[in-house]
């Protein structure tokens, strides 16, 4: 297909502001470490927050809900649906936490927390394990995505996509840092949510569909409309891996970027970029409101209707024969769908798949190259280095982060292959990142323990066809072994020194009966800390029954159910409600 005069000019537009944010911010961003990878600590809670959810939109993201929609329905959703919960337990909880523990990188806190050589290499090894290797994994994905639209909707080999999608966002990284990419995230967040309603309006309103009520109607779209799972759409063996898993176990066990349990990853950098705990908890609340109860619905329509027009994947490849066989998997059917779009609102629509690209691939890899300037290049191989020094090795690991990622998504096939990769590799790690705050028994060897087991069984399931189990047999499978082997190794191993262990007790003050021991040794009254604790479980269950209830009330108004969705409106407005009056007896300083 062709783009116009008209939708060439959006993108042009679009790129050069990009890049001029990039360079009107970059001398700022060049000062010092903190101002390239964390802005200088000065960023407002609602430009965090959009930063957060312009990030998690990818243009691997619709692909991944195409996909799911399409092999398990609706209701397949609940696999990322339940990451609500670990992220409800981050704003109330892990924000304040992050934020008083004074790091300049997630990875950092390995030597506050843990003493020794042991922490020292930990944080080596992770700093390469999650910074480099896991953080290319992501980027890649993305990329992946992004050759995917190019290949149906321009025409575009791999590679070109590859070099055209990754130059302009390598550029204003590189330039603008972290100030830069959250700037250039507020307008790529608008352009991205723009885009994909106004697609999915036009869409739906296609010939072939015939509006949102011939499409709910239609036969290959009433089996998948259900996101609410029950016995009377799927036996208790389809609920497993839709809904039962992702709900009990997948949550807090395993790690996901966006999603990490205790928060990590660019989340915990943009927390730590934050004015204060205040404005920490307040960006990661405005993000998950944003991530799970506006965006889902678009993708989701838009997955429908391809249920329609490409029925399987003999219809995507017939329509696309120059499209590699590899590349043709269901996530294919969302950039499929978009090539019915006029000139005009094709352009604006790509280059909000562009800007949702940008976003993703500008925040993994200023983030990655934090970790590998921080807690690589400074803690281990020049700890002489000036701020000037530092900044310029950030921006050199930028080039070369994205360079790589964008090589090995040429070898990758679709999205939800790549997702499962992830949270297979996370699996049994999720536990520990959730209790290392609450119980100082945890040590360097049980954080140690879990990746490298957790990683290998990951690898074992991979090159060996996963011994015929179904994919949350073997994230089950994972999360026993791993967990096992982790709470094995903290006590078979010696504890972190109490030093070590008071020092971050007293800058943490996370409260809490697994800290009795150390607390005991503490002259300094501790009476108070941890006080609030119920009133943060309470407002993370409000918080998640606000933000379903938005979710799923969007839904039934869809479905044209209004009395369900009247009734879960206002079961979300009375949790809404009860987290506003909570919010002020929250502990923040």
Known sequence: MQLSTLDWTIMGAFFLVSLGIGLAVSRRSGKSFRSFFLAGQSMPWWLLGISMVATTFSTDTPNLVTDIVRGSGTDGNWTWWAFL??????????????????????????????????????????????????????????????????????????????????????????????????????????????????????????????????LLQHENVAPALSFLPTFSSGSLNDLIPVFIIPIAIQWWAAYYPGAEPGGGGYLAQRMLSARNEREAAGATLLFNVLHYALRPWPWILIALASLVIFPDLASIAERFPNVPEHVVRNDLAYPAMLTYLPAGLLGLVVTSLAAAYMSTMSSQVNWGSSIVVNDLYHRFMNPAATENQQVWAGRVSTVVLMVVACTLALFLENALQVFNIILQIGAGTGLIFILRWFWWRINAESELTAMIVSFAIAMLFAFTD???????????????VTTAAWVAAAFLFSPTDDETLKAFYLKIRPGGRGWTRIVSQIEEDTSGDGADFPQAILAMILGAGAIYGALFATGYFLYGQVTLASVVTAVALACAYGLFRIWPRLQFD
Request: glycine content about 10%; proline content about 1%.
């Open 466 to 480: 996963g011994f015929g189990l179904e994919a949350w047999q073997q994230l089950l499978v994972g999360v026993i």
């Open 85 to 214: 919960l670990t992220g409800m337990l981050t704003v109330f909880l892990y924000a304040r936490l992050w934020r008083r523990s004074g790091v300049l990188t997630d990875v950092e806190f390995y030597e506050i927390r843990y003493s020794g050589t042991i922490a020292a290499f930990l944080r080596g090894f992770r700093a390469v394990y999650l910074g480099i290797v896991f953080n290319i994994i992501i980027m890649a994905s993305v990329t992946l995505a992004a050759i995917k639209i190019g290949s149906v909707m321009m025409d575009w080999s791999p590679i070109q996509t590859v070099v055209i999608a990754a130059s302009i966002t390598m550029v204003y990284s590189a330039l603008g840092g972290l100030r830069g990419v959250v700037l250039t995230d507020m307008i790529q967040f608008v352009m991205a949510m723009v885009g994909s309603i106004w697609a999915t309006i036009y869409v739906l309103n296609l010939p072939e569909i015939g509006g949102l009520a011939a």
